[in-house]
């Protein structure tokens, strides 16, 4: 997927640069697996901002993206490739062999016509979904359960992958994007391939009227806040505010923050941060 650039007429045009989707191949979603959408605008249902900095942007649908593939052993044909507006990557439309159209997780080399599966004894080639156990060390995977038939968490943003590095036992050795290495069950189900729309992180808004219509509003300093809004504000000119923190008081710089994690942290082999 490559990307294009503008000549520089304007100050926008300078700068902003978008992505030719090749892969896709089709503009009209499939409209039996369309839900409503609704923008919260960052409220909670009391109407109180939890989320700062959110509001506006274009109308969406949302696609029943199907993650965890549960329909075992049946061949399904890829009909299109399409642009997904509520993630980064781009999601595919399966027409399975008993008639049952499902959109997926398009991985990178995926086309129309391919044919998919997802089975134990399925091939380990690109599309198809297959127990941990069996994928090759090595292989580049997407879209990994970390429990058995609860569907994919791992590894499903636009151009991630996972990577498989040794079997031990019950478990599998994975090294996630972040590269982490995690002990993984060998019994849950991944998908061989790199994630789609590689390029995506290389896009480059351009304009702030390209970010509004994603939904996402300014967002402002703490320091260039008055006191009663942030603990950082205040002061005169520049003031550096003094220790980082959230408007709410929680330390920004160094505090650790997680907690509840005792029985996940067992299965790390190799922590990012070393």
């Known amino acids: 997927m490559a990307i294009k650039t503008y000549k520089p007429t304007t100050p926008t045009l300078r700068y902003k640069s978008v ?11 499939y409209k039996p697996l369309l839900v409503s ?20 942007g274009h109308k969406r649908k949302y696609r029943l993206v199907d993650f965890k593939q549960d329909k075992f052993n049946i061949v399904g044909v890829v009909e299109t490739i399409e642009y997904d507006p509520n993630r980064t990557a781009n999601i595919a439309l399966v027409k399975y062999a008993d008639g049952e159209k499902r959109y997926v997780l398009a ?20 599309g198809n979904r297959i127990l941990l156990r069996n994928v090759p060390l090595g292989y580049e995977i997407c879209n990994l359960e970390m429990k ?31 590269s982490e290495i995690r002990n993984f069950p060998d019994t849950v189900y991944a998908t061989i391939g790199q994630v789609s729309n590689i390029e995506h992180s290389n896009e480059v808004m351009g304009s702030a009227g390209r970010v509004r219509w994603k939904g996402r509003r300014p967002h402002n300093r703490g320091v260039s806040m008055n006191p009663v809004d ?45």
């Open 148 to 178: 058995a038939g609860k569907g994919g968490q791992i590894a499903k943003s636009a151009g991630s992958f996972a990577k498989v590095v040794a079997k031990d036992g019950k478990y599998v050795q994975v090294k996630l994007p972040s």
């Open 230 to 274: 942030h603990p950082m504000g205040g002061g005169e000119g520049k003031h550096a505010g003094g220790l980082p923190k959230s408007p709410w008081g929680q330390k920004a710089k160094g505090l650790k923050t997680r907690k509840g994690k005792s029985m996940s942290d067992k299965y790390i082999v190799s922590r990012r941060k070393k």
């Open 37 to 56: 959408k609704n923008s919260t605008g960052g409220r909670n249902g009391d109407g109180r901002i939890t989320t700062r900095f959110r509001g506006g």
């Open 107 to 126: 991985t990178a080399n995926l086309a129309v016509g391919q044919k998919i599966v997802t089975g134990e004894n399925a091939e380990p080639v690109e």
């Open 19 to 29: 992505l030719v989707r090749e892969q896709v191949t089709t503009d009209k979603p």
